[in-house]
T-cell receptor
């Protein structure tokens, strides 16, 4: 069974600075997807970034980028130029590429605080 | 595009009553919907996977007779909490996935805003 681990329950960053959130996972599959979701106080889940395991290039979405290390099963999220609106819970998630078993498996989350 | 709604956004009920939560995909057809439960300060736990026109698949430990799921159309799935008790109080979130081919990204789930259930 696949597992996702987020070892940082809480992180904080100064506005405009950079912060990295860690995520590791365990799987025996070779093809899968990894996601970072943001859950602000409204509790609406928002997709931040997605990485396909077959792609070596790290995904980037504006200020958000990932460091995907497939051999190490590591998938960290870097937030550059942090903004007050980035404060939220961040969940790392795993999904099999098998369309028939594609449920999302979430980590326990990291609460990010952004200080002005 | 890819909007998912839930209704109601919050509900308070008495112990022993049943509550129905609706999940709708507003601008796409969802062959599969997922129901999650989230306790305060915890992660999302998948309760069941709902496929249109067939019975839902429940995760281990989830009582299917207590959490009834119906996915009668490509845009609507419902979760009914039967004989609710205070321990069922939680935040329930649904997500919807489009079909394999066409439309929007087939491998992405789109989340509803959630429903807060409080059982007195």
């Amino acid at each position: 069974a696949q597992t996702v681990t987020q070892s940082q329950p809480e992180m904080s960053v100064q506005e405009a600075e950079t912060v990295t959130l860690s995520c590791t996972y365990d799987t025996s599959e070779s093809d899968y997807y990894l996601f970072w979701y943001k859950q602000p106080p409204s509790r609406q889940m928002i997709l931040v970034i997605r990485q396909e395991a077959y792609k070596q290039q790290n995904a980037t979405e504006n200020r958000f980028s990932v460091n995907f290390q497939k051999a190490a099963k590591s998938f960290s999220l870097k937030i550059s130029d942090s903004q007050l609106g980035d404060a939220a819970m961040y969940f790392c998630a795993y999904r099999s590429a098998d369309f028939n078993t594609d449920k999302l498996i979430f980590g326990t989350g990291t609460r990010l605080q952004v200080f002005p | 595009g890819a909007v998912v709604s839930q209704h109601p956004s919050w509900v308070i009920c008495k112990s022993g009553t049943s509550v129905k939560i609706e999940c709708r995909s507003l601008d796409f057809q969802a062959t599969t919907m997922f129901w999650y439960r989230q306790f305060p300060k915890q992660s999302l736990m998948l309760m069941a996977t709902s496929n249109e026109g067939s019975k839902a698949t429940y995760e281990q430990g989830v009582e299917k007779d207590k959490f009834l799921i119906n996915h009668a159309s490509l845009t609507l799935s419902t979760l009914t909490v039967t004989s609710a008790h205070p321990e069922d109080s939680s935040f329930y979130i649904c997500s919807a996935r489009g079909p394999r081919a066409g439309q929007i990204s087939y491998n992405e789930q789109f989340f509803g805003p959630g429903t807060r259930l409080t059982v007195l």
